[in-house]
């Protein structure tokens, strides 16, 4: 695994992959989805995610297919992103646990 956090774009990549193989464009859409519309990638950041995430193993090219006469290229997330993806979720959650601590303290201590 991975030492250091993923960004936020390859996170929602992964997370999505976890749903099952997804292509280019339709990786775009749910991402935009699953970050509420705050990131809107674009093909050539997306192909870039998706070649560091191939060399770090962490997803490999599920098929490929010709539609409308376009390769579309179809990812999925290896047993290694889906740990990667697993750890950092981890990760997260305890920095919001965290932060929902510090949080609470500071309601009840009564500072603004």
């Known amino acids: 695994m991975t030492s250091t956090p993923l960004s936020e774009p390859a996170l929602l990549v992964l997370t999505v992959l976890a749903s099952g193989p997804q292509?280019?464009?339709?990786?775009?859409?749910?991402?935009?989805?699953?970050?509420?519309?705050?990131?809107?990638?674009?093909?050539?950041?997306?192909?870039?995610?998706?070649?560091?995430?191939?060399q770090a193993g962490l997803i490999e090219l599920d098929r490929e297919e010709?539609?409308?006469?376009?390769?579309?290229?179809?990812?999925?997330?290896?047993?290694?992103?889906?740990?990667?993806?697993a750890a950092e979720s981890e990760r997260l959650r305890r920095t919001a646990d965290a932060a929902d601590k510090g949080l609470r303290r500071l309601r009840l201590g009564g500072a603004s």
């Open 66 to 85: 010709v539609v409308r006469s376009r390769l579309r290229r179809y990812y999925r997330l290896t047993g290694l992103g889906a740990q990667e993806l």
């Open 23 to 54: 292509h280019g464009y339709g990786l775009i859409g749910e991402v935009a989805q699953v970050s509420g519309g705050r990131l809107q990638l674009g093909t050539g950041s997306l192909y870039a995610i998706l070649d560091r995430l191939r």
